[in-house]
């Protein structure tokens, strides 16, 4: 199974504030803006200071505290036509878009985009954006096996001159898609990421994703993780997809400062909001087969960050931050997915302050060094 290793620089993704209120349910003080303009410079910047991802959130309903939000696939599309580098990840959901016609849009924004298109497919934790737009809601485990469905038809049009796939979900005839998006041998189609902590995300993620987004986790939820994922692609005869890990990164150059941040934030949460939240996606989660959704062990605390990214712990000096990087990189992390409070002057702040740190610390690492991850792979191979 082929594995990443240490010798590989970790990466790092945003999350695009093109949603309103920010990316913690607070009242707090927070200097970002959720229009294209901000978005575009922030994009530029990011890109600047060390990022090769952005992803763009999807809310189709004003609530719980994002009461405005810009769509996900148009924003990426305009985000990627301002930057050169940057990759966007537009998030999507299967049940409010058929596949082939995702795979269209896909492939145009490939092409303009000279091969930076990405896609995070959601299988959905909102009930009400659901009803609201008269589209059946269906039961936890149901939802990750339409997500599967909706991945293999989406691979199957961007690879296939003519697709053909009969499933549950989706029925595919003779259908041809020109252009196809931008391949290379390192890249035969737009990488498909997709996100969830439960046991049904972890076993669809080993069979046909590309990257396992995870919620914010500490070392241990990280290892579980990353072994469960990699015994599913090995029960599937495929290598274990990268990894992602959500995190609020609060640097600050004491950490007395970095921590009087987050007791802000918390303190000022807006708890009704977080409270509605809490409802949805606890109902969500109650709902998969064992009992392991998402949020399902998630504090007040952790939800006022509605990722939990305050879990991971990337909260300190730049030093301290960039240490705990390093250790999940050790782990098998690959990518690092970041919220900010303040977007320009924190994703500055760590491409001057932090990122050189963390390109010190890898420096140093024995070359050729396994992930952690190869180790587990090996045992469930």
């Known amino acids: 199974m082929s594995v990443p290793s240490t010798s590989e620089p970790a990466r790092f993704a945003y999350w695009v504030p093109n949603v309103s209120g920010g990316l913690v349910t607070s009242k707090v003080e927070q200097r970002t803006d959720w229009s294209y303009d901000y978005n575009r410079e922030l994009a530029v910047l990011a890109e600047n200071n060390g990022f090769d991802y952005a992803l763009s959130q999807v809310r189709y309903m004003a609530s719980y505290g994002a ?4 769509e996900s696939t148009s924003f990426s599309l305009a985000l990627l ?28 924004a490939d092409q303009l985009s000279g091969g930076r298109f990405a896609v995070n497919v959601v299988s959905g934790w909102f009930k009400g954006e659901f009803t609201a737009l008269g589209e059946p809601w269906l039961e936890h485990d149901e939802r990750y096996r339409r997500s599967e469905e909706f991945i293999r038809t989406l691979r199957t049009i961007w690879t296939e001159d003519h697709a053909e796939l009969a499933g549950d979900f989706y029925r595919i005839r003779d259908f041809s898609l020109k252009p196809k998006p931008l391949n290379s041998s390192e890249r035969p189609h737009p990488e498909i990421f997709q996100g969830g902590n439960s046991t049904a995300a972890r076993q669809m993620a080993g069979r046909v994703s590309d990257w396992y987004f995870s919620n914010g986790k500490d070392f241990d939820g990280v290892t579980e993780q990353l072994r469960d994922v990699a015994a599913s692609a090995a029960a599937a005869g495929r ?4 990894f992602g890990l959500n995190g609020f990164l609060i640097a600050r150059d004491t950490e007395a400062e970095a921590r009087e941040v987050l007791r802000e934030i918390v303190a000022k949460a807006d708890a009704d909001a977080v409270r509605g939240f809490e409802s949805a996606v606890t109902q969500a989660g109650k709902s998969t087969s064992d009992g392991k959704g998402m949020w399902q062990d998630s504090s007040f605390e952790d939800l006022v960050q509605y990722n939990d990214g305050f879990r991971t712990g990337l909260i300190g000096t730049p030093e301290q931050i960039a240490e705990r990087i390093v250790e999940y990189k050790r782990l098998g992390v690959d990518l690092f997915l970041l919220g900010f409070l303040h977007y320009l002057e924190d994703v500055e702040y760590f491409g001057k302050r932090v990122l050189p740190l963390v390109r010190e610390l890898e420096a140093e690492l024995p070359d050729d060094t396994p992930h952690h991850r190869a180790d587990i792979a090996a045992v469930r191979a």
Do not use: N
Request: hydrophobic share 45%; no cysteine; aromatic share 6%.
């Open 81 to 108: 036509l301002a930057t050169e580098r940057l990759k966007v990840i537009a998030a999507v959901h299967p049940g409010l878009w058929h596949p082939g016609v995702l795979a269209k849009l896909g492939a145009t």
């Open 239 to 242: 290598p274990a997809p990268r």
């Open 67 to 70: 009461e405005y939000q810009h």
